[in-house]
């Protein structure tokens, strides 16, 4: 007999000794009479005992919350025949806006695309290009919504005013999620202490717990501003209305009852 035949049976043998004994106890624990289902005996005949007493929990904790930052995009549009003219008067338009903004206390300035497209028209039935399109975005924020508005007004002159709305600064979010989270665990622990009292039990101990993100930063869809979308001859400043966030934080996980 070769030495790998004579290797193999052994090998097999040590483990068949050592899944034996296993097998016989998950076989005992499966044949266990049901009339004695205590986990004390499962226990006791070296069994898994299923947990008990353990419950599923979630808090959720609102707050709402004005913004403390305005947004307002802009944009310089220009349309004709030479490509170059029209590039120049757009950059012409943008640097204006910009160096307004800029000379307004508290404003954020960012440059958005600057594009030149083809513009077509119907002819006969035939689609042909008739000139071009220049448009370049200007985004503007500050926390003076009033000085923003004086400003918008002022842009609307040679500027359209594409977008407006509101945001919440990291500042603000970083202390309604502290707010909030605090309140979100305050309400999980009194409500594992209500469970465990209504179900018989004295105490609770946690088990696993998750604390979500802090939700409701886009506020719900309705008008913010009263946007402007074409100036009159004068400059009038574009009116903001704050609105309101619905802040949340939730707390879920599981709770261990007690005796």
């Known amino acids: 007999m070769s030495p790998h035949s004579r290797f193999i049976p052994k090998a097999l043998m040590r483990w068949l000794l050592a899944a034996l004994p296993v097998a016989f106890m998950s076989l005992a624990c499966q044949?266990?009479?049901?009339?004695?289902?205590?986990?004390?005996?499962?226990?006791?005949?070296?069994?898994?005992?299923?947990?008990?007493?353990?419950?599923?929990?979630?808090?959720?904790a609102r707050g709402e919350v004005k913004p403390d930052r305005a947004v307002a995009t802009l944009a310089a549009v220009r349309q004709g025949s030479d490509a170059a003219a029209l590039n120049a008067e757009v950059a012409r338009l943008l640097d204006a806006a910009v160096e307004a903004a800029h000379a307004t206390a508290g404003v954020a300035v960012q440059t958005g695309g600057f594009q030149t497209t083809p513009r077509y028209r119907t002819v006969s039935g035939q689609s042909e290009q008739d000139g071009w399109t220049v448009r370049a975005q200007l985004i503007l924020k500050s926390a003076d919504f009033i000085a923003l508005g004086r400003l918008l007004g002022q842009l609307a002159q040679t500027l359209q005013v594409e977008a407006t709305g509101t945001e919440i600064s990291g500042d603000l979010q970083a202390r309604e999620q502290t707010r909030l989270t605090k309140m979100a665990i305050a309400q999980f622990r009194a409500r594992a202490?209500?469970?465990?009292?209504?179900?018989?039990?004295?105490?609770?101990?946690?088990?696993?717990?998750?604390?979500?993100?802090?939700?409701g930063l886009t506020p719900a869809p309705r008008p913010m501003f009263r946007a402007l979308v074409a100036a009159g001859p004068a400059e009038v400043p574009v009116p903001i209305e704050l609105g309101v966030y619905t802040l949340a934080v939730s707390v879920h996980g599981s709770v261990q009852l007690q005796r």
């Open 193 to 215: 202490q209500a469970t465990a009292h209504e179900f018989g039990y004295r105490d609770f101990a946690l088990r696993d717990v998750s604390i979500g993100n802090l939700q």
């Open 31 to 60: 044949a266990q009479s049901p009339s004695l289902p205590t986990p004390h005996t499962r226990a006791a005949q070296g069994c898994a005992v299923a947990p008990s007493g353990i419950v599923h929990l979630e808090a959720v």
